[in-house]
């Protein structure tokens, strides 16, 4: 499975951007697949994550209210929604997939991941 992440960028506190990861290869309707981040000197950090159906959704309690995990296994895709951005949003944001376990939470069982997509927010 290939991932490309895209739609990060700059924006100022309070916007909105939406992520977009686009796959390739094998089923993508088939995996889990979630979101993560990464600031400069921090560790990478869950944000959310989604079953196949996109049933069943977790979210980063930092998250939870503010950004919207989707998936359209039509078009082999998947979304993160961010509203009312902080500048502690700023990260690196990567998709990954195929998750190994039941735990959406750990990077480590994810399978596959994107590039990354910068996404600054300034206050």
């Known amino acids: 499975v290939q991932l490309q992440a895209s739609g990060g960028g700059l924006m100022q506190a309070g916007g909105s951007l939406r992520l977009s990861c686009a796959a390739s290869?094998?089923?993508?309707?088939?995996?889990?697949t979630g979101w993560f981040r990464q600031a400069p000197g921090k560790e990478r950090e869950f944000v959310a994550g989604?079953?196949?159906?996109?049933?069943?959704?977790h979210y980063a309690d930092s998250v939870t209210g503010r950004f919207t995990i989707s998936r359209d296994n039509a078009k082999n895709t998947m979304y993160l929604q961010m509203n009312s951005l902080k500048s502690e949003d700023t990260a690196v944001y990567y998709c990954?997939?195929?998750?190994?376990?039941?735990?959406?939470?750990?990077?480590?069982?994810?399978?596959?991941w994107g590039q990354g997509t910068q996404v600054t927010v300034s206050s």
């Open positions: 990954a997939a195929y998750l190994t376990s039941s735990n959406y939470y750990s990077a480590a069982h994810y399978k596959y």
């Open positions: 989604i079953n196949w159906s996109g049933g069943n959704k």
């Open positions: 290869g094998r089923t993508f309707s088939a995996y889990a």
